[in-house]
């Protein structure tokens, strides 16, 4: 029996993702039938972006499963006519790309490297950083990409600490959670990664509380989601050097207004939300895998818990 796939995305997506879905359907041995244009009525599977311009699901009462193509799924999740299974991407190819952006600009703030990279006086000024191991490194959200990370930079040898909303155990990392533990994490944070989903009990967590419980001189490093800090608070901890330094790759509203100042900043590195993307290739077998599961009357992964928002 053939699947009936839809694919809804923006147009341009299509050309990068049908080759390499098909290519995982085939691996997986899926009969599939992918399109972007099917009678609701005869679509088993959605392959989805929350951008797309299908938002409602009503239609769709034969599908089994909406697959979502973004890690980030506080655009799905709040739809009320979405209330069939719907699973998140975790994507091998986006974990990797996190990884190595985050351990990049980590290094670049431990290693003090723009006052090397950027010195027009031409100042002889040496300076030894310390060792990975004396530097401290806080990773807010210990979900597959904060877990990821942390075995990263765990690694090269930073003491790792992390904080979830919720009890969890990681190999190599000193764990907390909670409203307390959230303030012993942020004591370590001599640079703070922030990896949190965007949910109403995530957002403005990097407030100006929080900013206040940082070592003085930290470093914030945010290719999260751009509302889990609150903008005004973070410059103005800018300004008055409590924080030395923020890296941000996600903002509330984006592309991020030219006249925001977080472009003109000195002490601010925007990045044009880059830090990850799913790729087609990894991606594709993720989906291929779950629709394979469905299927086979087995359990769908990374299943989106709707009262937790993630």
Known sequence: MTVNILFAAHADRWATYETPLNTAFEAKGIAAHLSCDFAPADVDYIVYAPNSPLQDFTPYTRAKAVLNLWAGVEGAVKNPTLKIPLAR??????????????????????????RHIVNPD???????PPLASERGVCILGMGALGSAVAATLTGLGFHVNGWNRSARDVPGVTMQHGT?????????AEILILLL??????QNTLDAQALAQ???????INPGRGP???????????DQGRVAGATLDVFR??????????????KVTVT????????????AEVIAENIRRGEAGEPFLHLVDRSSGY
């Open 180 to 188: 307390d533990g959230l303030s012993t994490a942020l004591k370590t």
């Open 89 to 114: 991407m975790v994507d091998p190819g986006m974990t990797k790309s996190m990884t190595e952006w985050v351990a990049g600009h980590v290094m670049r703030y431990h290693l003090g490297m723009d």
């Open 214 to 220: 940082l070592p003085k001189g930290a470093f914030v």
């Open 228 to 238: 889990l800090i609150d903008d005004d608070a973070l410059l103005e901890a800018l």
């Open 253 to 266: 509203v984006e592309p991020l207004s030219q006249e925001h100042p977080f472009w003109a900043h000195p």
């Open 272 to 283: 044009p939300h880059v830090a990850a993307e799913t790729r087609p290739v990894t991606a």
């Open 197 to 202: 989903p965007d949910t109403p009990a995530t």
């Open 122 to 128: 031409q100042a002889w000024a040496p300076h030894t």
